[in-house]
C-alpha cells in the first residue's frame, strides 16, 4: 500500500471519493473501512496478521449509480493493483470460457505493470541521459564527430577494419583535435536544448517484433505451466536479443530509446517480487454483474454452468494458490468487491458458501433529479467541465446557467423513471443529445459564446428528450 493511503483515515479516504462519486455515502464508508483495515492488519504482527481476512463487500443497486466508479476510485487512491472483471465471460471448468482463476493472474499483470510503471520514475533520470548519449553517438557518427575511443568508431567487413561512414581518418594535428571536440560540443548543446528534435537519425533499437512462441491450451499455456517466455529465452528468440536499424526523429528516437534504458536499470526479479507482494496483499479485484451468473433453475440451457462458476469462484474468494509467469500466489488477503443490479435475482439465490465470502453488504440507491444536478456540477469530472473543455479546443466559450443544468436533471430523471433506470449514464445521451448541433458546428463558430440555459435545452430536447425516431424502441 502506498504512504498516502496509509495515512489517509476512512473519513478522508471518503472525502476524496465524494470529489468524484455523489452520494452512496454507505458504500463509500464500507469501502473506507477495507482499505483503513489493509494498514492496520500490516501492522500487526505475523502469526495475527495472517489469521486476518478481508471482509469482501458486494455492493447492490441499478446500473450508473457509481458501483464500479467507487471501486476504482478506491484502488487509485490506494495505488494498489486493481482490475475490473465480468462474471459472466467466466465458466466453469469444461466448458467453452475462461476459468475463474485467470482473474488472478490478470491482477498480477497489473501489479507487475503498476511497478514497474514506478520504479521507472525513480530512474527516469539516468534512463534519459543514457538515451541522450545514444542519440549523440548516433549523431556524431552522422557528422563525422565519432569519438576515436568508442568502440563504435569502426566497422569490420570481409576481416578488414574501415572507418564508420563519414569518418576519414584519425585527426592530424592538435588544431585538428581541439576543432572537432569544439564541434561535438556545439552538437551535444544543441541536442541538450532540444534544437534537433525534429532531425531524422539512423538508430539502432531492439526489435519488438521478434516473432512470439504460442501454445495454446484449453485454459491458456499458463495453466499448463507453460513459461513461453522462458523457452523463447533458451533458444534465443526472445525480443530483447534482436535489434533493428530504424529511421526516426530525435524526439521518437528519445521516447524509445528511453524506456530500453529504464529496462536496463531495472531489476526485472525484483519487481516480480515486489508485484506478487502487492498483489496477494493489497490487490482489489472487482467482479461485476456478479448477478448474472445466478441459475435459473433449469438443467440446462446457456446457464447450464453459472452454479459452477459460483463454485470455482468460491474457491478464487475463499483463498488459494494460482500459477502464474511470476510464481504462485495467494488469493487469501486479496481485496474482492462484487456488484450486481439483482433485478431478477436476489442475493440469497447466490449459493451459500459463496455469501459467506461476501460479509460486507452494501445496497446502493437509486439518483434522485438532486443528485443528477449535483453530478452535473460538483465533481472534478462533470460532464459540463468535459463540454466546456471540449468547446474550448475550437475557441468557443461554452457555459450552463443553474436553470439549464436543473431542465437537464429534470429530463434525464424523468426519462429513468418511464423507460428504464440506467442512472448516471442517462446524463450522457441527454447531454450529447442537447449539443449535438452545437458540437457539430462548434468548428464554424469559433470566437462565440455559447450559453446552455433551460431555454436552450426545452428547445433543443422538449419536455422529455426523447428523439421522435427512438420512441417506438423506448431507449
Not at 475490473?84 to 493472474?105: C, F, L, P, Q, W
Not at 519487481?271 to 445466478?294: P, S, Y
Request: glycine share 8%; net charge negative.
Amino acid at each position: 500500500m502506498s504512504d498516502i493511503a496509509a495515512e489517509l483515515t476512512p473519513r478522508e479516504i471518503t472525502q476524496r471519493l465524494d470529489e468524484y462519486i455523489v452520494g452512496q455515502q454507505k458504500a463509500k464508508r464500507a469501502v473506507a473501512v477495507a482499505l483503513r483495515n489493509r494498514w492496520r492488519r500490516r501492522q500487526l504482527g505475523v502469526d495475527l496478521a495472517q489469521d486476518v481476512y478481508p471482509k469482501n463487500i458486494l455492493m447492490m443497486g441499478p446500473t450508473g449509480v457509481g458501483k464500479t466508479e467507487i471501486a476504482r476510485r478506491l484502488a487509485s487512491l490506494a495505488r494498489a493493483p486493481f482490475i475490473k472483471v465480468e462474471a459472466t465471460k467466466y465458466s466453469e471448468v469444461g466448458y467453452h470460457g475462461r476459468d475463474v482463476e485467470s482473474m488472478v493472474r490478470d491482477l498480477v499483470d497489473a501489479a507487475v505493470q503498476l511497478v514497474r510503471t514506478e520504479k521507472i520514475k525513480d530512474v527516469a533520470q539516468k534512463a534519459a541521459a543514457a538515451a541522450e548519449a545514444r542519440i549523440f553517438r548516433s549523431l556524431a557518427d552522422a557528422e563525422g564527430l565519432a569519438d576515436y575511443q568508442d568502440n563504435a568508431h569502426g566497422v569490420i567487413e570481409g576481416g578488414l577494419w574501415r572507418p564508420r561512414p563519414g569518418l576519414t581518418g584519425l585527426p592530424a594535428t592538435p588544431t585538428d583535435l581541439a576543432e572537432r571536440e569544439q564541434a561535438r560540443e556545439r552538437l551535444r548543446l544543441d541536442l541538450r536544448e532540444g534544437k534537433l528534435e525534429q532531425r531524422t537519425i539512423d538508430i539502432e533499437v531492439r526489435d519488438s517484433k521478434t516473432p512470439t512462441l504460442s501454445v495454446m491450451g484449453p485454459q491458456g499455456n499458463e495453466t499448463m505451466g507453460i513459461d513461453t517466455q522462458a523457452l523463447q529465452e533458451l533458444w534465443g528468440r526472445a525480443p530483447g536479443n534482436k535489434t533493428k536499424l530504424r529511421k526516426l526523429t530525435i524526439a521518437e528516437a528519445r521516447d524509445i530509446l528511453q524506456d530500453e534504458e529504464a529496462d536496463k536499470l531495472l531489476d526485472q526479479d525484483a519487481i516480480c517480487q515486489e508485484a506478487l507482494d502487492r498483489a496477494q496483499n493489497d490487490g482489489i479485484i472487482f467482479v461485476d454483474e456478479i448477478d448474472k451468473i445466478v441459475s435459473s433453475g433449469g438443467s440446462d440451457g446457456p446457464d447450464v454452468s453459472r452454479e459452477g462458476v459460483q463454485r470455482d469462484l468460491l474457491s478464487v474468494v475463499e483463498g488459494c494458490a494460482v500459477y502464474t509467469r511470476y510464481g504462485h500466489v495467494r488469493s487469501d488477503h486479496m481485496l474482492f468487491l462484487a456488484a450486481g443490479a439483482f433485478h431478477f435475482h436476489k442475493p440469497s439465490e447466490l449459493i451459500p458458501e459463496l455469501q459467506g465470502r461476501f460479509p460486507v453488504r452494501v445496497a446502493l440507491t437509486s439518483l434522485t433529479e438532486a443528485d443528477f444536478v449535483r453530478i452535473l456540477t460538483e465533481p472534478k469530472n462533470a460532464l459540463t467541465r468535459q463540454y466546456v473543455a471540449l468547446f474550448r479546443t475550437e475557441n468557443v466559450e461554452l457555459s450552463f446557467t443553474a436553470d439549464g443544468v436543473q431542465k437537464l436533471a429534470a429530463i434525464a430523471f424523468k426519462a429513468n423513471k418511464t423507460t428504464q433506470d440506467i442512472g448516471a449514464r442517462r446524463l450522457m445521451t441527454i447531454l450529447e443529445k442537447c449539443l449535438e448541433d452545437l458540437s457539430f458546428e462548434a468548428s464554424e463558430r469559433r470566437g462565440q459564446k455559447i450559453v446552455v440555459d433551460g431555454k436552450l435545452v426545452e428547445q433543443r430536447l422538449g419536455d422529455a428528450g426523447d428523439d421522435a425516431d427512438l420512441i417506438p424502441y423506448r431507449l
